[in-house]
């Protein structure tokens, strides 16, 4: 039979198995598969003295998406589960729900996005209490025992009053896939920043992350001790970034991506600082009168509302809200040259470079000034403090890092 023919029918088998000592017991099986255009649907409906399960196994392709439902029905109460996968350039994404707030996930995530919560973790390592029984201070409510503190949970950095940062697991996760390195150059006026923040889909992030902030910082201070300009220096430690994440070793899967980060960097000298970055990871010049976003976020979200595809609105209700577009990762070679500014410091104010673990909650400049402004102490790790303890009081639900720049 030619397949084309195939298509156009419905196949069902029906499969009736009758008691003999009970004839009011009965029990039938029925397959049905249908295909209708882009639609392949498998029914499996089975019957007991009027009872009915139905489960559905339910596939449509449209565009770049291929969308699997499975449903069970069982008297009236109907449990779905969503499989979906899209593929977009050279990534394919399968997408699933968050057991606990419904948000759509990746598969291969290991937080949700939106309420925090692991995929993976098992909860309390004592009882075996689910993720939901921890509490904000890791204490398990079910048997009071409380994990012991893990390396990196929470990093700081202080070159002097002027530069500092903090990099922090947050109140949810269950590690911390940040990294931040800082550098002052001694014997010259010039400083260097850099935050990654490692892709939680991807394999081993945290060692990306750090990786990529460690020899991009070197990277920087080599180039510029060598007396290359600020963007050929910026372009350069990318570059060395990118190769030393791809370096990284790992097991490529069907189920796992090769080990990728944000990252942004700052190169400050004078008055002037130079700015590259790939991802979400952002830079902000805050001042008390004139605060603003210093990158743009390489991201679906702005690039759909940027082209007029979508209200912000609407975007945000998508499964792809926090997807990047742009990343340091073996798998992103060919779209890896960062994004440069060049900024003039206009007078006395902070640089700050953080993670979404921050701006989530606060993506505006004048909302992370407003936060500088009520910190009494304006040294750079209080003010790395103020920011992170802001983050936690709205939920912590993402690693936090900043770095900041007192100029």
């Given at each position: 039979?030619?397949?084309?023919?195939?298509?156009m029918?419905?196949?069902?088998?029906?499969?009736?198995?009758?008691?003999?000592?009970?004839?009011?017991?009965?029990?039938?099986?029925?397959?049905?598969?249908?295909?209708?255009?882009?639609?392949?649907?498998?029914?499996?409906?089975?019957?007991?003295?009027?009872?009915?399960?139905?489960?559905?196994?339910?596939?449509?392709?449209?565009?770049?998406?291929?969308?699997t439902?499975?449903?069970?029905?069982?008297?009236?109460?109907?449990?779905e589960?969503?499989?979906?996968?899209?593929?977009?350039?050279?990534?394919?994404?399968?997408?699933?729900?968050?057991?606990?707030?419904?948000?759509?996930?990746?598969?291969?995530?290991?937080?949700?996005?939106?309420?925090?919560?692991?995929?993976?973790?098992?909860?309390?390592?004592?009882c075996?209490?689910?993720?939901?029984?921890?509490?904000?201070?890791?204490?398990?409510?079910?048997?009071?025992?409380?994990?012991?503190?893990?390396?990196?949970?929470?990093?700081?950095?202080?070159?002097?009053?002027?530069l500092?940062g903090?990099?922090?697991?947050g109140?949810?996760?269950?590690?911390?896939?940040?990294?931040?390195?800082?550098?002052?150059?001694?014997?010259?006026?010039?400083?260097?920043?850099?935050?990654?923040?490692?892709?939680?889909?991807?394999?081993?992030?945290?060692?990306?992350?750090?990786?990529?902030?460690?020899?991009?910082?070197?990277?920087?201070?080599?180039?510029?001790?060598?007396?290359?300009?600020?963007?050929?220096?910026?372009?350069?430690?990318?570059?060395?970034?990118?190769?030393?994440?791809?370096?990284?070793?790992?097991i490529?899967?069907?189920?796992?991506?090769?080990p990728?980060?944000?990252?942004?960097?700052?190169?400050?000298?004078d008055?002037?600082?130079?700015?590259?970055?790939?991802?979400?990871?952002?830079?902000?010049?805050?001042?008390?009168?004139?605060?603003?976003?210093?990158?743009?976020?390489?991201?679906?979200?702005r690039?759909?509302?940027?082209?007029?595809?979508?209200?912000?609105?609407?975007?945000?209700?998508?499964?792809?809200?926090?997807a990047?577009?742009?990343w340091?990762?073996?798998?992103?070679?060919?779209?890896?040259?960062?994004?440069?500014?060049?900024?003039?410091?206009?007078?006395?104010?902070?640089?700050?470079?953080?993670?979404?673990?921050?701006?989530?909650?606060?993506?505006?400049?004048?909302?992370?000034?407003?936060?500088?402004?009520?910190?009494?102490?304006?040294?750079?790790?209080?003010?790395?403090?103020?920011l992170?303890?802001?983050?936690?009081?709205?939920?912590?639900?993402?690693?936090?890092?900043?770095?900041?720049?007192?100029?």
């Open positions: 039979m030619k397949k084309s023919a195939w298509l029918r419905q196949i069902e088998c029906v499969l009736e198995v009758c008691f003999d000592n009970c004839q009011e017991s009965r029990v039938e099986t029925r397959f049905i598969t249908s295909v209708q255009g882009s639609r392949v649907e498998t029914r499996f409906i089975t019957s007991v003295q009027g009872s009915r399960v139905e489960t559905q196994f339910i596939a449509s392709v449209q565009e770049s998406r291929v969308e439902r499975f449903i069970t029905s069982v008297q009236g109460s109907r449990v589960t969503r499989l979906i996968t899209s593929v977009q350039g050279s990534r394919v994404k399968c997408i699933m729900q968050c057991s606990n707030c419904g948000a759509s996930v990746l598969l291969g995530d290991k937080f949700c996005e939106e309420c925090g919560i692991s995929l993976t973790a098992d909860g309390c390592e004592k075996g209490a689910g993720i939901e029984a921890i509490d904000d201070e890791g204490f398990c409510n079910h048997c009071g025992f409380r994990r012991e503190m893990r390396e990196r949970e929470q990093v700081e950095v202080i070159i002097d009053s002027h500092a903090i990099s922090d697991r109140l949810k996760h269950n590690r911390n896939e940040d990294f931040l390195t800082l550098k002052h150059l001694n014997g010259s006026q010039v400083n260097i920043l850099v935050v990654c923040d490692g892709v939680s889909s991807s394999d081993q992030p945290d060692v990306a992350a750090q990786t990529a902030a460690e020899s991009a910082c070197l990277a920087l201070a080599t180039a510029w001790e060598k007396g290359e300009n600020p963007e050929s220096a910026m372009k350069s430690a990318f570059a060395t970034a990118l190769q030393c994440v791809c370096n990284i070793p790992c490529n899967s069907i189920n796992s991506e090769y990728s980060t944000t990252i942004v960097a700052a190169l400050v000298q008055r002037t600082a130079t700015i590259g970055w790939l991802g979400d990871s952002r830079a902000y010049w805050i001042s008390a009168n004139d605060s603003q976003q210093l990158t743009k976020d390489d991201s679906w979200l690039e759909v509302v940027a082209a007029g595809e979508m209200t912000e609105a609407e975007a945000r209700q998508s499964p792809h809200a926090h990047i577009t742009r340091l990762g073996a798998d992103a070679t060919e779209n890896n040259l960062p994004s440069i500014v060049h900024f003039t410091i206009p007078g006395s104010g902070y640089l700050l470079l953080c993670t979404d673990g921050l701006w989530n909650y606060a993506p505006e400049a004048s909302q992370l000034a407003k936060i500088i402004q009520q910190t009494s102490n304006t040294d750079a790790i209080a003010i790395s403090h103020s992170v303890e802001f983050a936690y009081n709205c939920g912590g639900h993402d690693n936090i890092t900043v770095a900041v720049l007192c100029l």
